[in-house]
């Protein structure tokens, strides 16, 4: 199986976890360096950031660092999973607007540890948040399947 059919199938198996589904969040892996998350359509829930419900949540968007920097594990290895050790944000300004598109890279790996970073950019495609951090490959366990 290539790379790209490799990631493709990783990104099928995040889409299709509850926690993606119910925030609307589809992510794909436009190519072998890069990693996309996009929100077509953020709903009101994810909505009351600043106590402006036109401003998405920050807690929100610090759930989808937590899954941009997590998930580019699969741009080191898909057949593992991963988790997030360490992530540090940075608020930028308010996100508004119908549609939120991420992009996160690799930025060095060594080993088992993935260092990347991201950001998220509103409809008009102004970034408002940055994220980095830390990403660590899991080994695989009876109790946790490699993906």
């Known amino acids: 199986m290539s790379t790209s059919e490799r990631l493709a199938r990783y990104a099928q198996l995040l889409n299709a976890h509850p926690s993606l589904a119910a ?3 589809q992510l794909t892996f ?6 996309r998350i996009e929100v077509a359509q953020v709903p009101a829930s ?3 950031g600043m106590g402006d419900d036109a401003v998405v949540n920050g807690g929100v968007l ?3 660092c937590d899954l941009m920097i997590g998930s580019t594990a699969g741009l080191v290895d898909p057949s593992t999973r991963s988790a997030t050790v360490q992530l540090s944000i ?3 300004r308010p996100l508004r607007g119908q549609r939120i598109v991420g992009e996160a890279r690799v930025d060095h790996s060594t ?7 991201g950001e998220l950019s ?3 495609g102004r970034v408002c948040v940055r994220c980095q951090g830390l990403a660590t490959l899991l080994r695989p366990s009876a109790a946790t399947p490699a993906a």
């Open 46 to 48: 994810m909505r009351g």
């Open 23 to 25: 925030y609307g969040v």
């Open 90 to 92: 940075r608020f930028e």
């Open 122 to 124: 509103d409809d008009q």
């Open 111 to 117: 080993g088992r540890t993935v260092f990347a970073s």
């Open 62 to 64: 610090s759930a989808l």
């Open 30 to 35: 436009p190519d072998e360096q890069r990693l």
